[in-house]
């Protein structure tokens, strides 16, 4: 049974910093590319960045440059850094696994999901 579970969320105010993880367990994703997620009160679950097999990234435009995505394959872990924090980075954070190839960029490409971790960004 694949289990993803993340750890790392919680409160921290504006222009703070938070790192996320990752553990996945039950098949390695060495070949796959893992991701993070995040979905707001009232909001779509959007991704936030994506890292491939080969260490290639991608980041939503509003997080370039404050967030930073890795990889430890031999963890079978994620990571997600976080840094200078604004309000509207409050959501909860997903992990996320893929069965395919290839980079994936929509919720619909993902096969496992971590339980989610609450970031709240206070003022």
Same mark, same amino acid.
């Given at each position: 049974q694949v289990q993803l579970v993340e750890s790392g969320g919680g409160l921290v105010q504006a222009g703070g910093s938070l790192r996320? $993880?990752?553990? %996945? $367990?039950?098949? +390695?994703? /060495? $070949? /796959?590319?893992? %991701?993070?997620?995040? #979905?707001?009160?009232?909001? %779509?679950?959007?991704?936030?960045? +994506?890292?491939?097999?080969? !260490? $290639? +990234? !991608? !980041?939503?435009?509003?997080?370039?440059?404050?967030f930073t995505i890795s990889r430890d /394959? %031999? #963890? /079978?872990t994620v990571y997600l850094q976080m840094d200078s924090l604004k309000l509207e980075d409050t959501a909860t954070y997903y992990c996320a696994a893929t069965a395919r190839f290839g980079m994936r960029y929509g919720p619909r490409d993902y096969d496992y999901w971590g339980q989610g971790t609450q970031v709240t960004v206070s003022s």
């Open positions: 996320l $993880s990752c553990a %996945a $367990s039950g098949r +390695t994703f /060495n $070949s /796959n590319s893992m %991701a993070w997620f995040r #979905q707001g009160l009232g909001k %779509a679950r959007e991704l936030v960045a +994506t890292i491939g097999h080969r !260490y $290639s +990234t !991608y !980041y939503k435009d509003s997080v370039k440059g404050r /394959n %031999a #963890q /079978n």
